[in-house]
Each structure stands twice: as C-alpha cells, then as structure tokens.
Nanobody, 124 residues
Framework: QVQLVESGGGLVQAGGSLRLSCAGSGRFSAYAMGWFRQAPGKEEREFVAAITYNSDTTYYSDSVKGRFTISRDNAKNTVYLQMNSLKPDDTAVYYC?????????????????WGQGTQVTVSS
C-alpha cells in the first residue's frame, strides 16, 4: 500500500507560481504518479499531469501544458507539481495519486491510492 500526503497549496495572484509536493510511503518508486484537480462545484476530478515510475515519460492536459511541470524524486519518495503562470481557472483542490502500474494513466479510475488534497486558490 501507498500513503500520500500533499502540501504546498495556498493563495496566489494570477501570474504567480506554486510548487506542490506529494510525499509517499511504501514502494513509491514502483508506482506511476498523477496529479488531478477538482474545481469548486464540479463533481469529477480533472486530470492534470502524470509521470512514469522512472520519470522517462510525462504527460499533461492541454489546459496546463507549458505552464505546469511534474517531476519526482524516488530517493525522497516525493512527486512535485511546479505550477507557473497561474490563472483563476486553476483554482481547485489538487490531489496526487499513485497507480499500481509502471505506466501512466489519465483517468481517476486508473489510480489506486489518493492523497487528501491541497487547496490552490488563484485570485484575479
């Protein structure tokens, strides 16, 4: 099993940056990792970014491509989401997730373990 704890959320002005971290336990290095977000009033979690177990491949949603960067440090059991040029539409609770496969997934149902989420609010 993997336990995940996100941190780094907060309030930022449009155009600013935040770096989210997700600390994991267990066999972290064997899992593909993803970031999702859930905006206020929306029922479904939206895919943001994913990374394979060994960082050789990353994938982004069109809405964040070129602004967000996912990375991981398996020695620290941590995955990161660097968010630049933030927009008010990026406001959401951000979740990291672990997938019990080496390859990435882009759907919430592709992932087996979830963190509790961290709030990101972007003011205009």
């Amino acid at each position: 099993q993997v336990q995940l704890v996100e941190s780094g959320g907060g309030l930022v002005q449009a155009g600013g940056s935040l770096r989210l971290s997700c600390a994991g336990s267990g066999r972290f290095s064997a899992y593909a990792m993803g970031w999702f977000r859930q905006a206020p009033g929306k029922e479904e979690r939206e895919f943001v970014a994913a990374i394979t177990y060994n960082s050789d491949t990353t994938y982004y949603s069109d809405s964040v491509k070129g602004r967000f960067t996912i990375s991981r440090d398996n020695a620290k059991n941590t995955v990161y989401l660097q968010m630049n040029s933030l927009k008010p539409d990026d406001t959401a609770v951000y979740y990291c997730a672990a997938r019990g496969r080496l390859l990435m997934g882009i759907r919430p149902q592709d992932y087996d373990y979830w963190g509790q989420g961290t709030q990101v609010t972007v003011s205009s």
